[in-house]
């Protein structure tokens, strides 16, 4: 029996009994004791006497009505103490809430579980339909070739279009142009045969590139720039007529040039006087014209530092002195400005081997930037 039990049946009074010089308290017995085994080892024995000696029945009966009253208290259910803590952590004294008299106890009944409902469970999401893949992606690009009258030349004008695989199926889709400049005593089809439009088309079919138009026109002589006009033909003749017969994003940003040896020198020419058509120029065992050398410093400085186009120059570590000391006299300008820049020296000669074992990095490059 425990404490808070005794107290609620003897209905707050405190119980106590004379035992010689010693009071034993039923308010001192720590809840859960049980109170007989307290008693016992808390109470000195007496010294037995005879029956026959002083013993009187009254004095027995406190003792039965107290055995009793403990015995009643023992079938009365009981509240559980309450304890409460205090803010600083103290525990408060228990208090006892009134208990009713009813003596039956009624078993505890647990509650009806309920059941928790579970969050509903994402269905199975079928993955997107893998889109078909076009026949044409299987198949080379189409290459389309002309020639445009000029009277800003003394021959019509020549060139080669590489339409990537699939133009047709893509009525609406509109292409970045990458024009290339062969070098001098070749033609327009040099860099169809060094596998340009081969290696575009591959890479755009792999979606590791986008798909984009190379354009190919034929220098038709050996001369300087300001000695006939080539560049003037390429700029108003030959890009009006590209942007208005194909379907090209006809802007700065989707506009390259690039060209090897002699090309080289036409890139890098119409690219600086002409900056506001392109956004990438590229010299491939490139240098620069001997009639620009002196501008070229001018040229840089006019462009706009967030207009500036990038630049890539690549030469064979065999190349003939005076092609590499003017590529590299290029570079040392570039640095000096602070002009962004890649900068390659490759193993190899001035010759379409060194070139079509590089194609596809500088297709990549040109590329780099197009979406």
């Not at 103490?81 to 009624?106: E, H």
């Amino acid at each position: 029996m425990s404490f808070g039990s005794a107290r609620a049946c003897g209905r707050g009074k405190l119980l106590s009994m004379q035992r010689d010089t010693k009071t034993l308290k039923v308010s001192s017995v720590n809840p859960g004791l049980d109170l007989h085994k307290h008693w016992a080892n808390e109470t000195p024995r007496l010294p037995r006497k005879p029956l026959g000696s002083g013993f009187s029945p009254l004095k027995i009966i406190p003792l039965v009505l107290l055995i009793l009253l403990l015995s009643a208290c023992q079938s009365t259910p009981l509240s559980t103490p309450t304890v409460t803590t205090s803010p600083d952590g103290l525990t408060s004294t228990p208090s006892v809430a009134p208990t009713s008299l009813n003596l039956t106890p009624s078993p505890a009944t647990p509650p009806a579980p309920t059941a928790t409902p579970l969050p509903p469970r994402p269905s199975p999401t079928s993955p997107p339909p893998t889109p078909t893949r076009l026949a044409c992606w299987k198949e080379p690009g189409r290459i389309e070739t002309g020639a445009l009258e000029t009277e800003l030349l003394y021959q019509p004008l020549a060139y080669r279009v590489a339409l990537p695989p699939c133009y047709d199926a893509f009525p609406e889709q509109r292409y970045p142009v990458l024009y290339l400049i062969h070098g001098q005593s070749f033609t327009d089809d040099q860099w169809e045969r060094l596998g340009a439009p081969e290696v575009a088309g591959k890479l755009a079919a792999r979606g590791e590139l986008p798909p984009f138009i190379i354009v190919m026109p034929r220098d038709p002589a050996w001369l300087q720039p300001r000695e006939y006009g080539f560049g003037e033909a390429v700029m108003q003749v030959l890009i009006p007529y590209v942007d208005a017969t194909y379907r090209t994003q006809a802007e700065r940003s989707g506009r390259a040039v690039g060209g090897l040896s002699r090309g080289g020198a036409w890139a890098l020419h119409l690219g600086l006087v002409y900056w506001q058509s392109f956004s990438a120029i590229g010299l491939h065992s490139g240098f620069p014209f001997e009639s620009d050398s002196t501008y070229i410093r001018r040229w840089l400085d006019e462009i706009p530092l967030d207009q500036m186009p990038r630049f890539y120059l690549d030469i064979s570590d065999n190349d003939r002195d005076v092609i590499a000391d003017s590529a590299a006299e290029l570079e040392r300008l570039l640095t000096e400005l602070g002009i962004a820049h890649e900068w390659y020296l490759f193993p190899g000669f001035h010759e379409e081997a060194y070139w079509s074992a590089h194609v596809e990095q500088y297709i990549r490059w040109y590329a780099a930037e197009w979406k």
